[in-house]
């Protein structure tokens, strides 16, 4: 539409430019300028119509441009408004699973070293886990539930990311918390093993944590 209205003003400021050179012939030779004045006429016309269309095409597109300006505006708005609400979600049971998970770490380290103080010659590591597992199953699929609200509070934080706050350290406080989870709810090696990497793993959330925090 643009191009068009563009076409025609300069088509209109071509017949101008015609019907004042005949104008000017008509002048001189002292002949009508009936003819010359119509066509100076319809191209001032075809000017007219081209740039009065021309603004009005422009007011149009502003108009549009605005319209979106505002409407990616608000949606960036309800966005940063859902991301803030889901982090607050977020917090809540990242703070309830890392306590779960502590909890069964220490009934894991103490059923484990019971049952190697109370039966070291015919001691079974695969044994022993199973029994801390079937004894504290409530426990273990509170802590599963829990990981897996964080795991979809991540992905809406991920839906309603406009860049304004720092994805990647909610993320990485999961990461580090599903580690730690993952471990405590099927552990495996040794039992001096477990007692470190677990140690390593809850400090791992514990700095994660505090990066959000600061």
Sequence with gaps: MGTLLGLLMIVGLIVIIVGAILFFIDYAKKNSKKVSLIVLSSGLALVLVGGVGAIAVQNHQDKIIAQEKAAQARLIK????????????????????????????????????????????????????????????????????????????????????TGKYDLKKYETANEKMKAYSDFVTAPSGSYSDYGSKTTDLDNAVNTAVDAITD
């Excluded at 484990?112 to 801390?132: G, H, L, P, Q, R």
């Design 78 to 161: 309800r966005k940063n408004t859902k991301f803030i609400t889901t982090v607050s979600s977020f917090l809540t049971t990242l703070n309830d699973a890392w306590g779960d998970t502590e909890k069964l770490d220490n009934k894991t380290n103490k059923g484990w070293y019971n049952a190697i103080e109370s039966d070291s010659e015919s001691f079974d590591v695969n044994k022993t886990i199973e029994n801390i597992q079937s004894n504290n199953a409530d426990l273990i699929a509170s802590i599963t539930t829990e990981q897996d609200q964080l795991n979809s509070d991540i992905k809406k934080l991920k839906d309603n990311d």
